[in-house]
């Protein structure tokens, strides 16, 4: 079993920066993937960018140039966090976003938190 805690999020103006953080615990193998993901009312949830274990990043084509993905893994293995800097913020980024855990093909997500871009 793998826990999620996410913190961070909030509202913003328009052009403005979030950063989000989620630390992975548990029964942790070496190889993982993290990721971020959102909702937005009336909307299905999207990858926003992913980071394997070993660094590879992925990105939502919106959101490139402007998101970043980083994590910082503890050296005895016994946490993981992923980060998502969120830059230049617009109303669409708009969601609930959730952070993810993957590993052997196994999901385990975080609880969600809101960001708010007002325009």
């Known amino acids: 079993q793998v826990r999620l805690v996410q913190s961070g999020g909030g509202s913003v103006q328009a052009g403005g920066s979030l950063r989000l953080s989620c630390t992975a615990s548990g029964d942790m193998l070496s190889f993982n993937v993290m990721a971020w993901h959102r909702q937005a009312p009336g909307k299905q949830r999207e990858l926003v960018a992913s980071?394997?274990?070993?660094?590879?990043?992925?990105?939502?084509?919106s959101v490139k140039g402007l998101f970043t993905i980083s994590r910082d893994d503890a050296r005895d293995g016994s946490k993981n966090t992923v980060y998502l800097q969120m830059n230049s913020l617009k109303s669409e980024d708009t969601a609930v976003y959730y952070c993810s855990y993957r590993q052997e093909y196994q999901d385990y997500w975080g609880q969600g938190t809101q960001v708010t871009v007002s325009s």
């Open positions: 980071i394997t274990s070993r660094g590879r990043t992925n990105y939502l084509d």
